[in-house]
């Protein structure tokens, strides 16, 4: 890794960093506009993060350390990831340190540690909400994989930076399949975000949350980085949508700084294109029950498998 | 893959779709969406056989792709959208077993078909041989969909999807059928129709319901 390497993928992390809680305040505005709400500012997850850090935490007298340890490790994986997801530029040094698979078990990671920390305690609403999350993402992590294999058979590598350059310069085509694999996609990422029809991420107050009842033991910086967390992970799933079916205005190899910098406003305008049609979907959508979840999630299995063996038929 | 035209690259995106709305007509619940759904199959052949017509310039196969226009996007669901309102089953909203189970079987069909056609889509000489794997998927999936309803209507659009699918092969894979042979079979397809309807009416009116486990009972002797 040189020196330059290192430099440039800093950058790329801090810019993640910093424009992940702008997402979610995207998501939160737009969708209070289509509701007819005065919408809260941009802002509100700085602040929000910011007034969790300035307080005291409190954690329960029977936690274990693993419980103290998950925010760490969720926050770790999922900026992890954020350097791994070719969001500005392809040619970075972490992009080539895991591929597509390997990020799956970034996620996976971060996944098993929440909803440990969340059955550490031995609430009623954790251990549910732990029990439903393993549902839901193990019904939606081999929808992701199919995903990406049909994304990796078109451009013969798993490695997300390679995938990306070849799509970006294959000749402009009609493809079945990645029409396929986009709305699998969509389907995954709402539920594994935590998004409406699966699960609803503006409440406390319901028996049928999901992600809140995890976190609900957690405060001030945990429940900060916790948060700060989720809002990586909404980026990260935002930056592979993007790399796979819009794949253009990413820094490619033997980019600089300047190059770096000026993928930025096309990726925020990508962010805030699929932020809006987020809150579109959210808005439109009623959550479902629980029990409809694996239909719902098959269906995106079945999505991912047919573009895949479409890919195999019609040759793209 | 670099020089596939655009019109064949188009026939390719309707197969999908094609292959995409078996599936979902294989897990819809309600019958007004099922026949919804049907039109829109019917919609998307036609669309597919006017641009295989309009490349290989065959003028038979714009009649063949307005008969199917005609035949399965406005007459078919109309006649069937009336036997519904008459038979008063708009809501009927069938049990249907484990719908993620029926996707896993439809997908091993789709599977196997598509190895089933690979061979014989070698031996064609057209640029969209390739579908012939889709349409025969679709025809399986038809088949599927007729062996897990119970209900009379969704079992006869089951019937007419693959009545769909096996033109789609005609079509799509040999440029079509000679003209007297379309011909027949759509008016096969539509006599079939206004029978069926009639048997609908006996069905009711024997076990006044149109749930086909019924039938079973019809055996001599009891």
Request: net charge neutral; charged share 10%; proline share 4%.
């Amino acid at each position: 890794m040189t020196l330059t390497g290192f430099f440039l993928q800093l950058l790329q992390l801090s810019i993640a960093l910093l424009l992940a809680p702008v997402l979610v305040g995207w998501v939160n505005m737009c969708r209070a506009w289509l509701q007819n709400k005065s919408a809260p500012s941009l802002l509100l997850p700085y602040r929000m993060i910011r007034k969790l850090f300035h307080k005291d935490a409190v954690v329960a007298k029977n936690a274990s350390p693993i419980f103290r340890l998950t925010p760490y490790v969720v926050f770790g994986a999922m900026a992890l990831a954020a350097a791994i997801v070719p969001s500005l530029a392809t040619d970075l040094p972490f992009a080539r340190a895991a591929d597509a698979i390997a990020l799956v078990g970034v996620f996976a990671l971060a996944r098993v540690f929440i909803a440990l920390a969340a059955m550490d305690i031995g609430t009623a609403f954790g251990s549910l909400g732990a029990r439903r999350e393993m549902f839901v993402g193990f019904l939606a992590e081999p929808a992701l994989l199919m995903v990406l294999f049909t994304a990796s058979l078109i451009s013969g590598s798993t490695s997300l930076p390679t995938i990306v350059e070849t799509l970006a310069h294959r000749e402009i085509a009609i493809y079945p399949s990645l029409a396929f694999a986009g709305v699998a996609f969509t389907i995954v990422s709402l539920a594994e975000n935590a998004r409406i029809p699966v699960d609803n991420p503006s409440t406390h107050l319901e028996l049928t949350m999901i992600h809140e009842a995890m976190i609900l033991e957690y405060s001030a910086r945990h429940l900060a980085l916790i948060e700060w967390a989720s809002a990586l992970k909404l980026f990260n799933y935002s930056c592979i949508g993007l790399a796979l079916f819009v794949p253009f205005g990413i820094a490619e190899r033997g980019a600089d700084w300047q190059a770096i910098v000026a993928a930025t406003p096309v990726l925020v305008a990508k962010l805030a294109a699929g932020g809006f049609a987020l809150a579109v979907i959210e808005t439109l959508s009623a959550k479902m029950r629980i029990f409809r979840a694996p239909e719902f999630l098959g269906t995106a299995f079945l999505l991912a498998v047919l573009g895949m063996l479409v890919n195999q038929l019609l040759g793209g | 893959m670099t020089s596939t035209p655009l019109w064949a690259q188009l026939i390719n995106l309707l197969a999908a779709l094609l292959l995409l709305l078996a599936f979902a007509m294989l897990a819809q619940r309600r019958v007004l969406t099922l026949i919804d759904l049907f039109a829109a199959q019917g919609l998307a052949l036609a669309c597919s056989t006017g641009i295989v017509a309009y490349a290989t310039g065959q003028p038979h196969l714009y009649w063949s792709a307005g008969l199917t226009l005609v035949l399965k996007v406005v007459l078919l669901p109309w006649i069937l959208h009336r036997l519904i309102r008459k038979l008063d089953v708009r809501w009927d909203v069938e049990g249907l077993i484990n719908i993620p189970m029926t996707m896993l079987i439809g997908i091993v069909l789709v599977v196997f078909s598509f190895n089933l056609a690979f061979p014989i889509a070698q031996l064609a000489s057209t640029v969209t041989r390739a579908t012939i794997g889709i349409a025969m998927a679709s025809v399986m999936l038809s088949f599927l969909m007729m062996i897990t309803r119970r209900k009379a209507i969704p079992q006869v659009i089951g019937f007419l999807s693959m009545e769909n699918g096996l033109f789609f092969a005609a079509t799509s894979a040999t440029y079509g059928m000679p003209m007297v042979v379309e011909l027949g079979i759509a008016l096969d397809v539509l006599v079939a129709m206004l029978i069926l309807g009639v048997f609908f009416f006996q069905i009711r009116e024997q076990f006044d319901s149109l749930d086909l486990k019924h039938l079973e009972k019809l055996k001599e002797g009891e």
